[in-house]
């Protein structure tokens, strides 16, 4: 997925999972959006003679929806503008090589010290950075600091909202920045790579201007170094360039001559400043020019491959507007008999885990005994059944006897994921005012835990008449991971 498109989609998610009350986008504004994003996803799709995609239809509602919300709130308008500008990649170059020239051009004085000449310091400063990032394997890639600095951006124009505004820009914050940190990353490394090579350049254009009008002397002074030692660092930093050019590097006798004293001595410094540009160019600008276009290449790939996990809770529930048919989450009781409200609440969840447009597909309850005909005419495989769910009534204590004999004969007959929902209203009820009431219903429900687990199962404990489903979504994840 493109970045824009994925940096619209994620702004949405954060605004709808923090907006529970409707108050920046309605449940009408939602549902208008997913209407209109699933016909102009089969339009797109049709005029392109391809499938219409979960990601296109997403990329429309998201569109949709912050188009609508952004006519209310300025805020969210600014945040979903505020995104990387392309111009600012070639300034920062171009800036770069203007500072190059006049920093040059601010240092020259047509005396050059061969151990303190600026270009000797460019060098030294790049192949430090070069072992940087070859250590950068065993250091770890420190991309804390840059998701700051991509929160910081981002955040800006959210600083002066509040409340449920700035829940959902803190959202989008945090999202973002754990999604697009590798992007930021390689977008800062070609930037800066490009940067430096364009500093370096300008660094030698400006030498060079000067060098056409003014004349160079090359000369070197040291308060602890002696001309053997000079010699040999010289040799070993320009005697590859020098060889490259095919001319002889200067014996330590030449290097002695060369030694400044009194402001008296130097030699022409026409050689040195070839040899130094060469030098500069194999360990500074080439190097550096190819990890810009490997940082290039890298922007590139990361800017057209976002990828969301559409399987997630949120998506889920979004994306069963452009299903082809409306999902049915079967439910399935034991030996109990389900309220009206304990109905409703079934549907309320169903509803919540796979989209308003979803239906309760309720069984008969199955009794005590009957245990081995639970699957009788009961599909193995439907498709528009993405979950099954067990319902257990929290009054009864867990038995392998008969409810694990019967969960044994679902699992036997159906392919379809399977969770357990506990209703611990019929067992509030029983116990009334008594004593230590919520102790023995916690106690129950760790009972019925416990026993899930022993057979690889989800189960939620909640009060269906009024279901906590968040809550319940969180109990039953690993059977929506297995239903995405």
Same mark, same amino acid.
């Given at each position: ?6 940096? =619209? ?33 089969? *339009? ?39 995104? *990387? ?89 945090? =999202? *973002? ?12 490394? @070609? ?51 020098? @060889? ?15 030694? $400044? ?16 540009? $060469?030098?500069? &160019?194999?360990? $500074? ?83 005590? &005994? ?52 506990? =209703? ?5 009820? @029983?116990? &009334? ?22 057979? &690889? ?28």
């Amino acid at each position: 997925m493109q970045e824009q498109p994925a940096r =619209d989609i994620v702004l949405v998610r954060a605004i709808e999972t923090t907006d529970a009350d409707g108050t920046l986008l309605s449940a009408d504004d939602r549902r208008h959006a997913s209407r209109a994003a699933a016909e102009l996803a089969h *339009w797109d799709a049709a005029g392109q003679r391809a499938p219409a995609t979960a990601q296109l239809f997403l990329a429309r509602r998201a569109a949709l929806s912050l188009d609508r919300v952004g006519a209310r709130e300025p805020v969210l308008r600014a945040l979903r503008a505020s995104r *990387w500008r392309p111009w600012f990649g070639l300034l920062l170059p171009l800036a770069a090589l203007a500072l190059g020239v006049l920093t040059e051009q601010i240092g020259d004085r047509q005396h050059i010290n061969v151990l303190a000449f600026p270009l000797l310091g460019i060098i030294a400063w790049n192949l430090v950075t070069y072992v940087l990032l070859l250590l950068r394997p065993l250091l770890g890639r420190p991309l804390g600091p840059l998701r700051r600095w991509i929160g910081g951006a981002v955040r800006a124009p959210g600083a002066a909202a509040s409340g449920t505004v700035q829940a959902a820009v803190t959202r989008f914050v945090d =999202d *973002w920045s754990a999604l697009a940190t590798p992007l930021a990353a390689a977008r800062a490394g @070609r930037v800066l790579h490009l940067s430096a090579a364009a500093f370096a350049l300008g660094a030698l254009l400006g030498l060079y201007l000067r060098a056409l009008a003014f004349e160079y002397r090359i000369g070197w002074e040291s308060t602890f170094l002696q001309a053997p030692t000079v010699h040999a660092i010289l040799a070993t930093l320009l005697g590859p360039a020098a @060889r490259l050019l095919g001319t002889p590097f200067p014996p330590v006798e030449a290097i002695e001559a060369m030694r $400044v004293s009194g402001g008296v001595g130097g030699s022409d410094a026409g050689p040195w400043i070839h040899w130094y540009a $060469v030098t500069l &160019g194999l360990t $500074v600008i080439v190097p550096r020019l190819l990890l810009a276009a490997w940082s290039t290449w890298r922007e590139r790939q990361l800017a057209t491959s976002f990828s969301l996990d559409l399987g997630a809770p949120y998506f889920r529930r979004v994306l069963a507007a452009f299903a082809p048919a409306n999902a049915r989450v079967r439910a399935i009781p034991y030996s109990t008999t389900l309220s009206e409200a304990a109905v409703a609440g079934l549907g309320a969840l169903a509803r919540h885990l796979f989209g308003d447009a979803t239906q309760l597909a309720l069984r008969p309850s199955v009794e005590y &005994g009957t245990e081995e005909q639970a699957a009788r005419d009961l599909p193995s495989r439907e498709d528009d059944v993405p979950l099954t769910l067990v319902v257990f009534n929290a009054a009864a204590t867990p038995e392998s006897e008969n409810h694990g004999r019967f969960l044994d004969t679902l699992r036997a007959s159906i392919v379809t994921p399977l969770a357990l929902v506990v =209703d611990t209203a019929p067992y509030r009820a @029983r116990l &009334g005012a008594q004593a230590g009431a919520g102790e023995r219903i916690e106690e129950r429900c760790r009972a019925w835990l416990a026993f899930a687990a022993a057979r &690889g199962l989800p189960v939620s404990c909640l009060e269906l008449p009024a279901p906590a489903l968040a809550q319940a979504e969180a109990d039953l994840a690993a059977a929506l991971g297995a239903a995405a």
